[in-house]
């Protein structure tokens, strides 16, 4: 599926990064940040232009193969790596900060990732996330028609329970990014910040 959406001329989601990553980058340590999902790199470049060292993975090699034109186009280094979440291990204390925007896994596999986003962080690391709830089945303006591959704030408390979050907010937000995310929508939004 990512395959097909991402083979156009155009960047399915946009070239500009998240808005909310945008107006919180700054709580985020510069040094090495792994982003989840990232599709066609709008984030990825933008961290990198901030001059942090970016990680990009994501199942779609077309979408990584954009990613790194934009990169290039930028110019910025970024690392792509293709890789199912499923299977993919980001190590044991590797990251200053790890970003999911838009990640849209089934419920079981998230938590699995979410433990994976815990053993990754360095101490004093952040983990940013934004995400669709359920509530935005009713509006249609992204995010797919899967209630399961949306989160809540509870549920994002119940798999991070080791993150102190500095935001957790759910709300409803105009999300502009390319043809597939244009809207009013309702969103998760949060800040965690691993203990030493």
């Excluded at 991402?6 to 945008?22: R, V």
């Excluded at 419920?107 to 360095?122: C, D, F, I, N, P």
Aim: aromatic content about 8%; glycine content about 10%.
């Amino acid at each position: 599926m990512w395959d097909q959406r991402y083979a156009t001329k155009e960047y399915a989601y946009g070239t500009s990064a998240n808005e909310f990553l945008q107006e919180n980058v700054a709580i985020m340590p510069k040094g090495k940040v792994l982003s989840l999902a990232e599709g066609e790199g709008r984030n990825a470049v933008f961290l990198a232009k901030l001059g942090y060292q970016v990680t990009a993975v994501d199942s779609s090699q077309v979408g990584l193969d954009k990613a790194k034109k934009l990169a290039q186009e930028n110019g910025v280094s970024i690392t792509c790596i293709h890789a199912d979440l499923t299977d993919y291990d980001p190590g044991l204390c590797q990251w200053d900060a790890i970003v999911a925007i838009f990640c849209p896994l089934p419920a079981l596999l998230r938590q699995k990732v979410h433990e994976k986003v815990m053993a990754g962080l360095k101490p004093q690391g952040i983990f940013l996330l934004e995400n669709y709830r359920p509530e935005q089945l009713r509006y249609g303006t992204g995010g797919g028609n899967s209630a399961d591959t949306m989160l809540t704030a509870q549920a994002i408390r119940c798999e991070l329970p080791e993150l102190s979050f500095l935001h957790l907010k759910e709300l409803q937000r105009s999300v502009v990014e390319g043809e597939y995310h244009t809207g009013l929508a309702a969103v998760v939004q949060a800040i965690g910040l691993k203990g030493a």
